[in-house]
């Protein structure tokens, strides 16, 4: 008598899983905050809440694709210029690395600080005057 293996229909799928993707967080209080505070590279007054969309494991960021938008506590201030730079220049990693400031800490600092106007003045000054 011939013994039968009996395999689980999705063993050998060649198709990938199905992932859900997790809700991006929302946070307006903080977009305001963010909104409040000068260009973390101009100084200017007028800004935009601009998200950092490339990934850094270390800090616990991963990257995000072309259609979704990372965590609103990924965000730095940014004057409208700038933020069409930061996502005209095609990698932003290297351009952020040009302007000598690492984003993902400032905004960590600045989600961490989040409704404290002084404390996020002196994230964005030292972030402009580190060598």
């Known amino acids: 008598m011939a013994m039968?293996?009996?395999?689980?229909?999705e063993a050998f799928s060649i198709t990938?899983?199905?992932?859900?993707k997790k809700p991006r967080q929302h946070e307006e209080a903080h977009l305001?905050?963010?909104?409040s505070l000068p260009c973390v590279i101009t100084g200017s007054r007028h800004v935009e809440a601009a998200h950092i969309r490339?990934?850094?494991?270390?800090?616990g960021k991963r990257s995000t694709g072309m259609a979704e938008?990372?965590?609103d506590h990924w965000v730095v201030p940014l004057s409208?210029?700038?933020h069409r730079e930061q996502h005209d220049?095609?990698?932003e990693e290297l351009w952020w690395q040009a302007k000598g400031i690492d984003p993902i800490l400032v905004?960590?600092?600045?989600?961490r600080a989040t409704g404290d106007e002084q404390a996020g003045e002196n994230i964005i000054l030292h972030a402009r005057t580190r060598p």
């Open 4 to 9: 039968q293996i009996r395999k689980h229909p």
């Open 16 to 20: 990938a899983p199905k992932v859900s």
């Open 32 to 35: 305001r905050f963010i909104r």
């Open 54 to 59: 490339y990934g850094n494991m270390q800090w």
């Open 69 to 71: 938008k990372p965590d």
């Open 80 to 82: 409208p210029e700038m």
């Open 89 to 91: 220049f095609g990698n």
């Open 107 to 111: 905004a960590m600092a600045l989600w």
